[in-house]
Nanobody
Framework: QVQLVESGGGLVQAGGSLRLSCAAS????????MGWFRQAPGEEREFLAV????????YYTDDVKGRCTVSRDNAKSMLYLQLNNLKPEDTAVYYC???????????????????WGQGTQVTVSS
């Protein structure tokens, strides 16, 4: 299995940017499609984006399309999420996740992914 640790969260003003990182260890990183999710207080977990094993295909949900960029560095076993033009409604705990299967579409990961990090808090002030 793979272990995931997120970092890079924090407090940012509306309109600002953050870059979240996810460090993977354990099994070969490139064996996994990688995703980003978030969960706001009192809300259900929300799927944001997924990147394929080698990074050649990326799917973004409409909520973040145009405001975020997902990338991965397989040599470093790292996943990244660049968030731009942040809004107060982006406040949430952000999670990276891994799955052996890649699927491009909003409903693909409705049940989540196989492996999860512990999350990193992003707070956007107005």
């Amino acid at each position: 299995q793979v272990q995931l640790v997120e970092s890079g969260g924090g407090l940012v003003q509306a309109g600002g940017s953050l870059r979240l990182s996810c460090a993977a260890s354990g099994r070969t990183f490139s064996d996994y499609a990688m995703g980003w999710f978030r969960q706001a207080p009192g809300e259900e977990r929300e799927f944001l984006a997924v990147i394929s094993w080698k990074g050649e295909d990326i799917y973004y949900t409409d909520d973040v399309k145009g405001r975020c960029t997902v990338s991965r560095d397989n040599a470093k076993s790292m996943l990244y999420l660049q968030l731009n033009n942040l809004k107060p409604e982006d406040t949430a705990v952000y999670y990276c996740a891994a799955d052996g299967n890649y699927c491009s579409g909003y409903g693909c990961y409705a049940q989540g992914m196989a492996y999860w990090g512990q999350g990193t808090q992003v707070t956007v002030s107005s």
